[in-house]
């Protein structure tokens, strides 16, 4: 059975013009001095962040498995400023590879899931715009499954324009797609809480737009898990850490020790 599900929502959200700004607080970053690499590996680090805590749900966004066919979520309103929507189709299968009506916590041992979602907010001297897509495939959940493991690709789009403090404008483009190879994470409540083994792989073309004209930078990155709070992440041939735990998403990693 295959699940489409439709949210749409618009709420508050506050957000400062220096939000354009904020990558640039990362370049403390002594192994990452190019501000448009550090663009790239900050979006990266925050999508590896938010990857590694839905991985733990095979259905990703938790959605719950039983809406039916075509059922729409109902949508939350708020405040302008930001629109945001998603889509799923969810898909699931059976050991030997037959596709199932629904979801069984025993007999299901995969699960396919694909995804998109789009971001707007707009605000007088600041605008975002974020497109995602992902197509995802959970395995080995057959039975009292301890780990699953995820592969897949995504595809995103990210803009972003303003109006600083001293009048000028600056703006930055970055379009990218990632493959996910054998990432294994553990079931929800158990130890370790980050995924134990596995690699992403991004590619990332970004444009940065200022006064002094446009720079594009092609930035790939490699992310590997151990099972640890600290993913080992290789930007363009340079070392840093991912905190997976990160609160504080301006500063979401940290020079390899010893790098």
């Known amino acids: ?24 607080e990362a370049t403390s970053i002594e192994s990452l001095k190019d501000v448009v690499v550090v663009d790239a590996a900050m979006l990266a680090a925050d999508a590896t962040i938010e990857e ?6 095979p259905f990703l966004f938790n959605f719950p498995p039983s809406l039916a066919s075509d059922s729409p979520a109902r949508p939350s309103m708020g405040a302008a400023g930001r629109t945001w929507s998603r889509t799923k189709t969810v898909t699931f299968f059976d050991s030997d590879g037959a596709e199932q009506d629904a979801y069984d916590a025993l007999a299901t041992e995969e699960v396919h899931v694909e995804t998109s979602s789009t971001q707007l907010i707009e605000r007088e001297r600041f605008r975002a715009e974020t497109e995602r897509t992902r197509s995802m495939v959970a395995s080995g959940l057959a039975g009292e499954e301890v780990t699953r ?67 594009t930078k092609e ?18 041939g340079e070392e840093i850490e991912i905190d997976l735990a990160a609160r504080d998403r301006r500063k979401p990693f940290r020079k390899k020790k010893g790098g």
């Open 219 to 236: 930035v790939d990155i490699v992310i590997t898990f151990d099972g640890t709070q600290f993913a080992q992440a290789v930007v363009n």
């Open 52 to 57: 590694a805590r839905m991985f733990i749900d």
């Open 1 to 24: 059975m295959k699940e489409r599900i439709r949210r749409s929502a618009r709420y508050a959200m506050l957000i400062l013009v220096v939000g354009v700004a904020a990558c640039d």
């Open 149 to 215: 493991t995820w592969n897949g690709t995504s595809t995103s789009h990210t803009s972003k324009s303003g109006v600083l403090e001293d009048g000028s404008e600056r703006s930055h483009t970055m379009d990218g797609s990632a493959v996910y190879n054998d990432v294994v994470v553990p079931i929800r409540g158990t130890e370790p809480r980050y995924p134990l083994s596995g690699t992403i792989e991004r590619s990332m073309v970004a444009v940065r737009t200022n006064s002094d004209g446009a720079t």
